[in-house]
């Protein structure tokens, strides 16, 4: 069965206190995956796609991995700001394109100054 | 100003009144998806469309219908809404391949 897992399921962290969030991931056939934040009451708001095992991608504290079974968001330096669940997505859609998405349950995010 | 809508932001209805929630988007793209995001559960898809009268079943669509007549508007419609369809409903939208855009969502409460 497709299944998207991460961990924790929150996270409180100092300001400053880098740490890493987990997506671990079971779909017959990878066809992209995808790191979402989400703040209180809104639409998630994209933050990166993977494609394949060794792919990296940073955006200002933020870096995402890719392994073949996994997926890392490590977070470098916290601020307050960064609070929010963190939500990781795969695609077992066709090709390269979107179709259907399995979302995790998200890491919850609390950065305390 | 490039955005996903949903209208209405908030509803409250009853077992078996027929009901629509509209969605559009502005940025004329190809892909458009439901999700519903429920306590404990996550976000979980619906419905999806890859274009103009192209839509296929996401994980949950019980009890939920779509169309998608023009390219911008992707509408939900829940012919007979039960309480286990109360839920926060997204709708989102992107060029194919690329990373999705969603709207802010849509509280809906079925008493």
């Known amino acids: 069965e497709d299944q998207v897992t991460q961990s924790p399921e929150a996270l409180r962290l100092q300001e400053g206190e880098s740490s890493s969030l987990n997506c671990s991931y079971t779909v017959s056939g990878l066809r992209g995956l995808f790191w979402y934040r989400q703040d209180p009451g809104k639409g998630p708001e994209f933050l990166f796609t993977?494609?394949?095992a060794g792919e990296e991608k940073e955006k200002e504290r933020l870096k995402a991995t890719l392994t073949k079974k996994e997926s890392f968001l490590h977070i470098t330096a916290p601020k307050p700001e960064d609070s929010a669940t963190y939500l990781c997505a795969v695609n077992k859609g066709y090709g390269g394109s979107q179709g259907n998405l399995i979302f995790g349950k998200g890491t919850k995010l609390s950065v305390k100054p | 100003e490039a955005q996903v809508t949903q209208n209405p932001r908030y509803l409250i209805t009853v077992t078996g009144k027929k009901l629509t929630v509209t969605c559009s988007q502005n940025m004329n793209h190809e892909y458009m998806s439901w999700y519903r995001q429920d306590p404990g559960l996550g976000l979980r898809q619906i419905y999806y469309s890859m274009n103009v009268e192209v839509t296929d079943k996401g994980d949950v669509p019980e009890g939920y219908k779509v169309s998608r007549k023009e390219k911008r508007n992707f509408p939900l419609i829940l012919e007979s809404p039960s309480p286990n369809q109360t839920s926060l409903y997204f709708c989102?939208?992107?060029?194919?391949?690329?990373?999705?855009?969603f709207g802010p969502g849509t509280r809906l409460t079925v008493t």
């Open positions: 989102a939208s992107s060029p194919v391949g690329y990373e999705q855009y």
């Open positions: 993977l494609y394949s």
